[in-house]
């Protein structure tokens, strides 16, 4: 309601000009751009490039806008958008990108005999010009044929990049062994990070959680028999330690109940982790080498 109140003064104060509404749109796959003024000329809208950012889509609308009062000659227009990005871009003058400067271009044309104001207006408020300029935009993505405007580089650039995550995440998919892949299947997925971790203690759970200690992975470097686990009699892995081995039970629970290394590094802080690391005496090479030392006396016996 105050969002109207106030656009109705804008709407006062800005009586004697010509105006439009502007709005781009983009779903999953299609862009479309679209204005609509206040006399009776008809709207327009157009589909644009399915590889254009609502961004680009937004700017494209003040560009309909503005060919639109170039043609007709006011001696005096106003364009209303709910595009932030889009007003602060021009305002920005950032001319290296080629939308910003062609709508510049256009302005420096107009500008001998026509005075244009740009106005942010906020979205889904109910502002009936809003509403109908962007359901004349969803509507443009149903449109068959699109634009052949030039995509900008950096839409481009975020494609590409999408494109080389989905192969990513495919070759990764294959990794099933893996160690990292049982906590981590999609790639794009953030863990559990907590910024209260001194240095040591983002090495320590690092390394634990890529499923590489000093204590697992000496024998390796040694060409020695892999470690195995008394009290449990299993091979000795990372994961046997976080989450299964028997006779860190009591110490584990104080910590975190979790049994599986998907849910570990989500629900559990990182801090937690490292306070249970500490409580076993596996925090840290040194403390790792002499648990190792512990388990081959162990085990000659």
Same mark, same amino acid.
């Given at each position: 309601? $105050?969002f109207?109140?106030e656009?109705?003064?804008?709407?006062e104060k800005?009586?004697a000009?010509?105006?439009a509404?502007?709005?781009?749109?983009?779903n999953?796959?299609?862009?479309? !751009?679209s204005? =609509?003024?206040k006399?009776?000329? @008809?709207?327009d809208?157009?589909?644009l490039?399915?590889?254009?950012?609502v961004?680009?889509a937004?700017l494209? &609308?003040?560009?309909? !806008?503005?060919k639109?009062f @170039?043609r007709?000659?006011?001696?005096?227009?106003g364009?209303?958008?709910?595009?932030?990005?889009a007003?602060?871009?021009?305002? &920005?003058?950032?001319?290296?990108?080629?939308?910003?400067?062609?709508i510049?271009?256009?302005?420096a044309?107009?500008?001998?005999?026509?005075k244009? *104001?740009?106005?942010? #207006?906020?979205?889904? $408020?109910?502002?009936? &010009?809003?509403?109908? $300029?962007?359901?004349?935009?969803?509507l443009?993505?149903n449109?068959?044929?699109h634009?052949?405007?030039? $995509?900008?580089?950096?839409?481009?650039?975020l494609?590409?990049?999408?494109?080389?995550?989905q192969?990513?995440?495919?070759?990764?998919?294959?990794?099933v062994?893996?160690?990292?892949?049982?906590?981590?299947?999609?790639?794009?997925?953030?863990?559990?990070?907590?910024?209260?971790?001194?240095r040591?203690q983002? %090495?320590?759970?690092?390394?634990?959680?890529? &499923?590489?200690?000093? #204590?697992?992975?000496?024998?390796?470097?040694?060409g020695?028999q892999?470690?195995?686990?008394?009290?449990?009699?299993?091979?000795?892995? *990372?994961?046997?330690?976080? *989450?299964?081995?028997?006779?860190? %039970?009591?110490?584990?629970?104080?910590y975190?109940?979790t049994?599986?290394?998907?849910? %570990?590094f989500?629900?559990v802080? !990182?801090s937690? #982790?490292?306070?249970?690391?500490?409580? #076993?005496?596996? =925090?840290?090479?040194?403390?790792e080498a002499?648990?190792?030392?512990?388990?081959?006396?162990?085990?000659?016996?």
């Amino acid at each position: 309601m $105050v969002f109207r109140q106030e656009f109705a003064q804008l709407r006062e104060k800005y009586a004697a000009y010509k105006e439009a509404f502007t709005d781009g749109s983009k779903n999953e796959k299609v862009a479309a !751009a679209s204005f =609509y003024p206040k006399d009776p000329d @008809k709207p327009d809208q157009t589909r644009l490039n399915d590889d254009f950012t609502v961004f680009h889509a937004e700017l494209e &609308g003040i560009s309909l !806008a503005l060919k639109y009062f @170039k043609r007709k000659r006011f001696l005096r227009s106003g364009m209303y958008t709910d595009s932030l990005s889009a007003i602060q871009a021009l305002q &920005g003058k950032i001319f290296k990108n080629k939308n910003v400067a062609r709508i510049y271009n256009l302005l420096a044309k107009m500008a001998p005999r026509t005075k244009v *104001v740009l106005v942010w #207006i906020p979205s889904h $408020v109910r502002i009936p &010009g809003n509403e109908k $300029v962007d359901e004349l935009a969803k509507l443009a993505r149903n449109q068959e044929t699109h634009d052949d405007k030039q $995509v900008i580089w950096s839409d481009l650039k975020l494609k590409v990049n999408t494109h080389l995550e989905q192969l990513w995440q495919t070759d990764w998919d294959t990794e099933v062994d893996n160690k990292l892949h049982e906590i981590r299947s999609n790639l794009k997925e953030r863990l559990n990070y907590d910024k209260r971790l001194n240095r040591k203690q983002e %090495l320590v759970v690092s390394r634990f959680h890529v &499923g590489h200690s000093w #204590i697992t992975h000496e024998y390796l470097l040694k060409g020695e028999q892999q470690p195995y686990c008394t009290a449990c009699e299993c091979p000795l892995t *990372v994961k046997h330690i976080l *989450v299964e081995c028997a006779d860190f %039970l009591l110490s584990r629970q104080k910590y975190y109940k979790t049994t599986n290394m998907h849910t %570990l590094f989500r629900e559990v802080k !990182a801090s937690q #982790i490292s306070d249970y690391l500490k409580e #076993i005496g596996l =925090y840290g090479k040194k403390s790792e080498a002499m648990y190792r030392k512990l388990l081959k006396l162990v085990n000659s016996i």
